[in-house]
Antibody
Framework: QVQVLESGGGVVQPGRSLRLSCVAS????????MHWVRQAPGKGLEWMAV????????FYADSVKGRFTISRDSSKNTLYLQMNSLRAEDTAVYYC???????????????WGQGTLVTVSS | EIVMTQSPATLSVSPGERATLSCRAS??????LAWYQQKPGQAPRLLIY???TRATGISARFSGSRSGTEFTLTISSLQSEDFAVYYC??????????FGQGTKLEIK
């Protein structure tokens, strides 16, 4: 069955960096665009970034552009989110999500991980 | 950026009754609209995509519809497990993908 499992969250000081990972299984990872979505405590869902199935294209929310980098390693079925210059407002649960259709296009997110909590605090 | 506006913010309904949740897009998204359910401490779960198609394994009690830029999620005969927060999302014009602010469905 399809699974995506995030890791790498924790407590980090403002201005520091953190890298999140998401290991995928149960589907052909290299065929699907993958996303990061976050949710601040008690708040709604905020889309962060997407990477194309082949890694050739990445897009970001304005709130993280220039600070966060999404990448993937299809040999390891793993998605990454490198977060630099972290701010208090980046505190959230970060979810990795699989796109519902293969090889790009416009699709909803059909599988989500359980999330990993990032807390930015001094 | 397309803004998705959900209403109401909170909806109180009795078990067995019907719930109707609304989502409006600031511009056309075609039928590229999804609904997600999120329970406390859990990840969102895809319920509806293409405005009206149920995702795999989703009960027929959930239905979606579209009228222009207005979208509706209807849950018939509410069960205890249906009380949760519901989000709409457009995936037509991206980036960014945008979500509504959520509707909390609570027990009356």
């Amino acid at each position: 069955q399809v699974q995506v499992l995030e890791s790498g969250g924790g407590v980090v000081q403002p201005g520091r960096s953190l890298r999140l990972s998401c290991v995928a299984s149960g589907f052909t990872f290299s065929s699907y665009d993958m996303h990061w979505v976050r949710q601040a405590p008690g708040k709604g869902l905020e889309w962060m970034a997407v990477i194309s199935y082949d890694g050739s294209n990445q897009f970001y929310a304005d709130s993280v552009k220039g600070r966060f980098t999404i990448s993937r390693d299809s040999s390891k079925n793993t998605l990454y989110l490198q977060m630099n210059s972290l701010r208090a407002e980046d505190t959230a649960v970060y979810y990795c999500a699989k796109e519902g259709g293969s090889f790009g296009g416009s699709y909803p997110f059909d599988y989500w991980g359980q999330g990993t909590l990032v807390t930015v605090s001094s | 950026e397309i803004v998705m506006t959900q209403s109401p913010a909170t909806l109180s309904v009795s078990p067995g009754e019907r719930a109707t949740l609304s989502c409006r897009a600031s511009q056309s998204v075609g039928s590229n609209l999804a609904w997600y359910q999120q329970k406390p401490g859990q990840a969102p779960r895809l319920l509806i995509y293409g405005a009206s198609t149920r995702a795999t394994g989703i009960s027929a009690r959930f239905s979606g519809s579209r009228s222009g830029t207005e979208f509706t999620l209807t849950i018939s005969s509410l069960q205890s497990e249906d009380f949760a927060v519901y989000y709409c999302q457009q995936y037509n014009n991206w980036p960014p993908y945008t979500f509504g602010q959520g509707t909390k469905l609570e027990i009356k």
